[in-house]
C-alpha cells in the first residue's frame, strides 16, 4: 500500500489517461486517497488550508479516476484521469502551461 510522509501526505501527479499529458501535481494524505478511490474522483489534502478537498469541488471541473499507480517506493501516486474540464485553477488545461525558456516562463502553445 502507498506509504506517507512523517507529514501524513504523498506527492500526487495527474496525468491525462487519453494522452498522458501531466495535468497536475497535488498532495495527498489517507483521507483524500480513501475519497479518492470511493468516489471516482480525484481529491487532495490543502497543505496552506489545512483540508481536504476535490479538484472541481466549486468549478466542477473533476478529474474522473481511471487508474492509480504506485511507485516503487511507495511514497508517490499517479493517477491516471479524465478531466471534466481544464485542471488548472487558471482555467488552462493544465498546471504545465508554461515552458521555461532561459531566464523567464514562455506560455506553451495549446496550453
Request: charged share 25%.
Amino acid at each position: 500500500m502507498p506509504k506517507f510522509d512523517a507529514n501524513g501526505l504523498m506527492t500526487g501527479v495527474t496525468v491525462h489517461a487519453g494522452s498522458g499529458e501531466v495535468l497536475m501535481v497535488a498532495f495527498l494524505n489517507e483521507e483524500a486517497l480513501a475519497k479518492t478511490r470511493e468516489t471516482g474522483c480525484a481529491h487532495f489534502y490543502s497543505r496552506s488550508r489545512g483540508k481536504l478537498w476535490m479538484k472541481g469541488e466549486t468549478s466542477g471541473h473533476v478529474l474522473r479516476v481511471q487508474e492509480i499507480l504506485v511507485d516503487c517506493d511507495q511514497d508517490a501516486i499517479v493517477m491516471k484521469v479524465l478531466p471534466e474540464g481544464p485542471a488548472c485553477h487558471t482555467g488552462a488545461v493544465s498546471c504545465f502551461y508554461r515552458r521555461l525558456d532561459g531566464d523567464r516562463l514562455v506560455r506553451r502553445d495549446g496550453a
